[in-house]
T-cell receptor, first 111, second 111 residues
Framework: DAKTTQPPSMDCAEGRAANLPCNHS???????VYWYRQIHSQGPQYIIH???NNETNEMASLIITEDRKSSTLILPHATLRDTAVYYC????????????FGAGTRLAVHP | KAGVTQTPRYLIKTRGQQVTLSCSPI?????VSWYQQTPGQGLQFLFE???????NKGNFPGRFSGRQFSNSRSEMNVSTLELGDSALYLC??????????FGQGTRLTVV
């Protein structure tokens, strides 16, 4: 699984877009990029995943660069409830049950 | 649809004792994974069970073991508890090649 690098912390104003970067320069061609988040004292929560194309769901958008060496998770209108640690994970198909978590990015959303 | 249920939520044990934690996956999910979360090491993969067989294993000593029953419910056991085993233990379930759903965890304190 690809090693991922994320900034340790970020701040965002409520209502603004939060853009969380992730570097995964060693990612393999068939390795997906997954994003999870963990709100304090809760279990991690799946957000979104993608392989090559940009993806969007009701929670977020995922932008993957053409060379697939980095990606950005976008929370379009951050709320206080989005304050959490966000994890970017490289994962082969079928490997969803062995998640290797890094340190993640601690996102603080301020009023 | 009920989520992943972990019991108990909190547990206090003495060094040298053993402990068993339980995880009931989402109905229909056959894969169950276990993770340990500590402030120092973060979220670490312990092992994964699928159809009553251990399919993946993390880098933990043999004191950590698990099993899965025919109804997909899983238990993990830690023998000869050490102070360093104090952690939040998380269970996740998934269906096929889909995202993992996490429980709220069991917080184990070893004194």
């Amino acid at each position: 699984d690809a090693k991922t690098t994320q900034p340790p912390s970020m701040d965002c104003a409520e209502g603004r877009a939060a853009n969380l970067p992730c570097n995964h320069s060693t990612i393999s061609g068939n390795e997906y990029v997954y994003w999870y988040r963990q709100i304090h004292s809760q279990g991690p929560q799946y957000i979104i995943h993608g392989l090559k194309n940009n993806e969007t769901n009701e929670m977020a958008s995922l932008i993957i660069t053409e060379d697939r060496k980095s990606s950005t998770l976008i929370l379009p209108h951050a709320t206080l409830r989005d304050t959490a640690v966000y994890y970017c994970i490289g994962l082969f198909s079928g490997g969803y049950n062995k998640l290797i978590f890094g340190a993640g990015t601690r996102l603080a959303v301020h009023p | 649809k009920a989520g992943v249920t972990q019991t108990p939520r909190y547990l206090i044990k003495t060094r040298g004792q053993q402990v068993t934690l339980s995880c009931s996956p989402i109905s229909g999910h056959r894969s169950v994974s276990w993770y340990q979360q500590t402030p120092g090491q973060g979220l670490q993969f312990l092992f994964e069970y699928f159809s009553e067989t251990q399919r993946n294993k993390g880098n933990f000593p043999g004191r950590f073991s698990g099993r899965q029953f025919s109804n997909s419910r899983s238990e993990m056991n830690v023998s000869t508890l050490e102070l360093g085993d104090s952690a939040l233990y998380l269970c996740a379930s998934s269906f096929g090649d889909a995202e993992a759903f996490f429980g709220q965890g069991t917080r184990l304190t070893v004194v």
